[in-house]
């Protein structure tokens, strides 16, 4: 299934992305609709006192942009997207699903703990670059907001050599959003995404409110 939606995304937007720019002329009236691809190291931030540590984890997304200019030059621009995001924690927060209901603890006695989630994206960015209709190697400097709505979420783990695994547990945001900033030159780019929503919706663990967050920084590839 995700290798079906990565190629239906690869084949749209490589079909829009070359047919934009090739009668382009310099002074032109021009956007740069974009395929973006993102590589990240990820983390759970704002975690409750009881987790203390999460170990390496990371994310991918891919998308498209679509770019609309609102300066004369084209040095400045608004744009919307759709793309698809995976996301890989290898986390200490215990999450379990029980009739509906959601619960919550600490990874103490396990060997493993992994949360994975498939996401579609929705982004928006106020974009400054230095390009114009015949320069496409320039600086740049996007940022914006982004929105996420969860396809499928899955929490596992093995305790005392048991697995355990649970599928789009209840209490588990479906929309999310946070904001986002990348900046650099040409393809290669410094990325940041900082959720603005928790992760989980009325949870808690010792008394204590779970407002956990994602943060995500690595690099985004835009692809003319």
């Given amino acids: 299934m995700n290798k079906l939606i990565f190629s239906c995304f690869l084949a749209l937007f490589t079909t829009l992305i070359y047919s934009q720019k090739d009668s382009l002329e310099l002074g032109d009236s021009y956007a740069d609709d974009q395929i973006y691809a993102a590589i990240t190291y990820a983390q759970f931030s704002n975690q409750p006192s009881s987790i203390t540590r999460s170990r390496f984890s990371y994310a991918f997304s891919i998308g498209f942009l679509k770019d609309f200019i609102l300066n004369e030059k084209g040095t400045i621009s608004f744009a919307a997207g759709v793309g698809y995001g995976y996301d890989f924690f290898n986390h200490e927060l215990k999450v379990s699903e029980i009739n509906n ?124």
């Fill in 101 to 224: 209901n959601t619960f919550f603890d600490t990874s103490a006695n396990t060997s493993s703990n992994v949360f994975k989630s498939h996401n579609l994206e929705f982004p928006l960015e106020i974009r400054w670059r230095t390009s114009n209709a015949k320069k496409y190697d320039f600086w740049r400097i996007y940022t914006g907001v982004k929105f996420l709505y969860n396809v499928s979420n899955t929490f596992q783990f093995t305790e005392n050599a048991t697995d355990f695994k649970y599928k789009n547990v209840s209490a588990y945001r479906k929309l999310q959003y946070g904001l986002t900033f990348s900046a650099g030159y040409t393809e290669f780019n410094a990325y940041l995404f900082y959720s603005l929503t928790p992760v989980f919706e009325n949870a808690t663990i010792n008394g204590e409110n779970i407002n956990t967050q994602i943060l995500k920084f690595g690099l985004i590839f835009y692809i003319l």
